[in-house]
């Protein structure tokens, strides 16, 4: 009876039930840097595995030692061998073990060197999204989007990094390690994806109210659906112009911030809206992009994004608003 006793208390325990959801919750894999699909996330992989079977080893040695000392009859040894005991194990020991560890992981620290042919695609970190430019080798000048970047699979790309606001850091687990952006400074990741499919990207810097919020699609496309992809997206976006969508964006001024290729608009104040359609989320990675979804950002983007810049449209009817989205959602 006693032991069944336990057994209740221990289901009705609110802190054991607490720990173990959080611990299930942490089992998600969309970020975890252990399911990688690049190169370099591989390795960094690679160099934890090492590095904490050092600092395991590191933590045997001292239990060992400190059980030594518990257990040892008094006398058993003498005050000379205790200090050679301490020295080689506890510092020379260690010592060695991470100087070995250290030198294993210098040669993976050094910068990884771009190409002169390798794709350009620079990053600028906005409160609380992502300006895309994609600068490919050749001819054909610069592309932009925005809160979602398409790479090949296998082919190196040269991310550069930079901010217009505060500090902000681009993290991809799967595919290589964080790196920061940082006002007026242009810092540059070499990256290669091993397998196509689609992942999640984060800052992982807080950048303000809506930074748990600021997240983007990374796609790894196959190498020539990755080309059509790009040469189809430089001949601008269509849709349908004549129709009541697009007559209330040019009436509402949506234009003044946000551009379209192959329209008069070509602000760069927010977000590049080009080939809006294709794009899988909403918001910088935090809703699906219903129609319903979008006309609700428009009337009230600080309601789905708190400290978003965007001014809200509370004058729009759902209905106006529901036209402005059709009209987004048929730029392809």
């Given at each position: ?32 840097t252990l399911h990688v699909f690049g190169a370099e996330a ?149 990256v290669r994806a091993e397998k196509p499919g689609r992942f ?109 810049r965007m001014p809200a449209y509370p004058q729009l009817s ?15």
């Amino acid at each position: 009876m006693r032991r069944e006793r336990g057994d209740a208390g221990a289901m009705r325990n609110p802190w054991l039930w607490m720990t173990i959801l959080l611990g299930l919750g942490a089992c998600n894999a969309e970020q975890s840097t252990l399911h990688v699909f690049g190169a370099e996330a591989r390795e960094v992989r690679r160099m934890a595995g090492i590095l904490a079977t050092g600092a395991i080893l590191i933590v045997a040695i001292m239990a060992a030692l400190y059980v030594r000392a518990v257990r040892a009859p008094e006398g058993a040894l003498s005050h000379q061998g205790g200090m050679r005991l301490v020295l080689w194990l506890g510092a020379i020991g260690p010592a060695l073990i991470l100087t070995a560890l250290l030198l294993y992981a210098l040669p993976a620290m050094r910068p990884r060197t771009a190409g002169p042919d390798d794709l350009v695609v620079r990053v600028d970190g906005e409160q609380f999204w992502w300006r895309i430019a994609y600068r490919p080798a050749g001819a054909g000048g610069e592309l932009r989007s925005a809160n979602e970047v398409r790479i090949p699979v296998g082919r190196p790309v040269v991310f550069e990094l930079t901010a217009q606001d505060v500090i902000h850091s681009f993290w991809i687990p799967g595919l290589a390690g964080k790196m920061d952006m940082i006002p007026g400074r242009i810092n540059r990741l070499v990256v290669r994806a091993e397998k196509p499919g689609r992942f999640r990207g984060v800052c992982a810097e807080f950048c303000g109210l809506s930074h748990a919020l600021m997240a983007f699609d990374v796609i790894v496309m196959e190498g020539p659906a990755f080309d059509a992809w790009l040469d189809r997206s430089r001949g601008g976006s269509k849709g349908a112009r004549a129709s009541m969508g697009a007559a209330l964006f040019d009436a509402q001024g949506c234009g003044g911030c946000h551009a379209v290729r192959g329209t008069p608009y070509d602000a760069t104040i927010g977000p590049d809206l080009s080939r809006f359609g294709e794009r899988r989320t909403l918001g910088a990675g935090i809703l699906p992009p219903t129609l319903d979804n979008i006309a609700a950002f428009i009337r009230a983007p600080q309601a789905a994004k708190p400290g978003a810049r965007m001014p809200a449209y509370p004058q729009l009817s759902v209905g106006q608003a529901r036209a402005i989205a059709l009209y987004l959602k048929g730029l392809q």
